[in-house]
């Protein structure tokens, strides 16, 4: 369930990014690598949906709810998941790295402005750590325990 909620937010996202995002990939392509910091800590160039327009969203352009609801689904996905099976405190850390992309996405919907670090780690690491990492982690308990 979690690796299934996961591939659907890494579609999501890359959906997003290939039309309305297409200026972080671009802000990505651009960054000088002998010195990437002044760029990695400039302001995103990521427009995220404002909570106006996702509240017109449903009736009028139901495409522009695929980030949001994939980015809901698997942090949903995964908090279910470890408080059903998780054994110790350190799973919720995994559920917490899930969370990280609704929080942005909260971010960018009032306005908050995010250096471009913060959305590469928000939008694209920390998912991948937190359900990436979830999964890696069962599947070697599940193997193990075989």
Same mark, same amino acid.
């Given at each position: 369930?979690?690796?299934?909620?996961?591939?659907?937010?890494?579609?999501?996202?890359?959906?997003?990014?290939? &039309?309305?995002?297409?200026?972080?990939?671009?802000?990505?392509?651009?960054?000088?690598?002998?010195?990437?910091?002044?760029?990695?800590?400039?302001?995103?160039?990521?427009?995220?949906?404002?909570?106006?327009?996702?509240?017109?969203?449903?009736?009028?352009?139901?495409?522009?709810?695929?980030?949001?609801?994939? @980015?809901?689904?698997?942090?949903?996905?995964?908090?279910?998941?470890?408080?059903?099976?998780?054994?110790?405190?350190?799973?919720?850390?995994?559920?917490?790295?899930?969370?990280?992309?609704?929080?942005?996405?909260?971010?960018? @919907?009032?306005?908050?402005?995010?250096?471009?670090?913060?959305?590469?780690?928000?939008?694209?690491?920390?998912?991948?750590?937190?359900?990436?990492?979830?999964?890696?982690?069962? &599947?070697?308990?599940?193997?193990?325990?075989?």
């Amino acid at each position: 369930m979690t690796l299934v909620a996961l591939v659907g937010y890494l579609a999501g996202l890359g959906r997003y990014l290939t &039309g309305e995002g297409a200026a972080l990939v671009s802000a990505l392509a651009a960054i000088d690598t002998s010195a990437p910091t002044p760029a990695l800590l400039a302001a995103s160039p990521l427009s995220l949906p404002s909570i106006a327009t996702l509240q017109t969203a449903a009736s009028s352009a139901p495409t522009t709810l695929v980030l949001p609801g994939a @980015a809901l689904v698997l942090a949903v996905s995964l908090v279910v998941v470890v408080a059903r099976f998780g054994h110790s405190w350190t799973t919720w850390l995994y559920a917490l790295a899930a969370i990280v992309p609704l929080a942005i996405l909260a971010a960018g @919907a009032v306005g908050v402005s995010r250096p471009l670090v913060v959305d590469v780690a928000g939008l694209v690491i920390f998912p991948l750590l937190g359900a990436g990492g979830f999964t890696v982690d069962v &599947g070697r308990y599940l193997f193990a325990t075989r």
